[in-house]
């Protein structure tokens, strides 16, 4: 897989609720050979922060040209892509790791909670419309169905609150909709906990299940060694920044 280093231009750059943002750039050698999954490792030129930020690819358009970014304000390497306005440049290295499995033809269920949510909007636009249960703590945070509306068939959403759909959290929802759903594969992406109760349920019954991890990484390429990790099934040590993020749940947990 090709990885470029490209000087990206800021197309628009806004929040979504006070705390998460979109960004879109474009940067169309990488909107050209992303795939769902994918990240990218950024910096802004003449920037505070030394090491690259890894974003997940939330989107890509090869048409346009452009990726589309959503983050939440974090430190201070958030706070400065936040300040960024359109026309500014910013660089990006990508795409990086190795992606969901898009599996044609399947029933897909995707599983995200938080900012964990974002790479699966790119993956629900590859798939043939997939099921989708989405976590958040609050009503505000459930504001991710509205990217994932034009391509699932169906979207649950539970929040810790109750404010919108189901009270409670994701993996206590999951039986249920396993239940009303023929569901033959599951993908994963958000807090370490949900993933691993999504894991347990989709090894009990028997369904395929694919976890995106995040872990802090310096250089997210496969060289500092900063995010490995034993995998549980084969012991094999694995770089989540080259061999992952997403990995078959039984490595992980
Ligand atoms: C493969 C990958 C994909 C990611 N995709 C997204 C995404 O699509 N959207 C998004 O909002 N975020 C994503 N992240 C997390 C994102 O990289 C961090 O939030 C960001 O680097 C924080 O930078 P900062 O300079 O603002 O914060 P920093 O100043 O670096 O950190 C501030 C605080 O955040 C914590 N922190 C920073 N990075 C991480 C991390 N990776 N994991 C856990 N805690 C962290 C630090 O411990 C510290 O307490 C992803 C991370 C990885 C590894």
């Given at each position: 897989?090709?990885?470029?280093?490209?000087?990206?231009?800021?197309?628009?750059?806004?929040?979504?609720?006070?705390?998460?943002?979109?960004?879109?750039?474009?940067?169309?050698?990488?909107?050209?050979?992303?795939?769902?999954?994918?990240?990218?490792?950024?910096?802004?030129?003449?920037?505070?922060?030394?090491?690259?930020?890894?974003?997940?690819?939330?989107?890509?358009?090869?048409?346009?040209?452009?990726?589309?970014?959503?983050?939440?304000?974090?430190?201070?390497?958030?706070?400065?892509?936040?300040?960024?306005?359109?026309?500014?440049?910013?660089?990006?290295?990508?795409?990086?790791?190795?992606?969901?499995?898009?599996?044609?033809?399947?029933?897909?269920?995707?599983?995200?909670?938080?900012?964990?949510?974002?790479p699966l909007i790119f993956l629900a636009r590859k798939l043939d419309r997939p099921v989708l249960l989405i976590g958040g703590k609050t009503a505000e945070e459930t504001f991710w169905s509205e990217f994932l509306e034009p391509y699932a068939e169906k979207i649950y959403i539970t929040t810790d609150d109750g404010s919108v759909g189901r009270k409670g959290f994701t993996v206590q929802a999951l039986p249920d909709i396993l239940a009303e759903n023929e569901i033959t594969g599951i993908s994963t992406c958000g807090p370490m906990?949900?993933?691993?109760?999504?894991?347990?349920?989709?090894?009990?019954?028997?369904?395929?299940?694919?976890?995106?991890?995040?872990?802090?990484?310096?250089?997210?390429?496969?060289?500092?060694?900063?995010?490995?990790?034993?995998?549980?099934?084969?012991?094999?040590?694995?770089?989540?920044?080259?061999?992952?993020?997403?990995?078959?749940?039984?490595?992980?947990?």
């Amino acid at each position: 897989m090709k990885k470029l280093l490209v000087d990206a231009v800021v197309i628009s750059n806004e929040a979504v609720i006070p705390a998460v943002w979109k960004m879109v750039l474009w940067a169309p050698e990488i909107a050209l050979c992303v795939q769902p999954g994918q990240f990218v490792a950024i910096r802004k030129s003449g920037g505070i922060t030394f090491l690259r930020r890894p974003f997940s690819v939330a989107d890509a358009d090869p048409e346009q040209g452009t990726i589309t970014l959503i983050y939440r304000l974090v430190g201070q390497g958030t706070a400065e892509m936040a300040a960024m306005h359109a026309d500014e440049h910013i660089n990006v290295e990508g795409p990086l790791g190795t992606g969901f499995s898009i599996r044609q033809g399947d029933k897909a269920l995707l599983v995200g909670g938080g900012v964990g949510i974002a790479p699966l909007i790119f993956l629900a636009r590859k798939l043939d419309r997939p099921v989708l249960l989405i976590g958040g703590k609050t009503a505000e945070e459930t504001f991710w169905s509205e990217f994932l509306e034009p391509y699932a068939e169906k979207i649950y959403i539970t929040t810790d609150d109750g404010s919108v759909g189901r009270k409670g959290f994701t993996v206590q929802a999951l039986p249920d909709i396993l239940a009303e759903n023929e569901i033959t594969g599951i993908s994963t992406c958000g807090p370490m906990i949900m993933m691993q109760g999504v894991a347990e349920i989709a090894a009990k019954e028997g369904i395929p299940c694919e976890v995106s991890m995040e872990k802090r990484m310096a250089c997210s390429i496969g060289v500092c060694l900063g995010c490995t990790f034993a995998g549980k099934s084969s012991g094999k040590r694995y770089k989540v920044c080259a061999d992952g993020p997403v990995f078959p749940a039984e490595e992980v947990f």
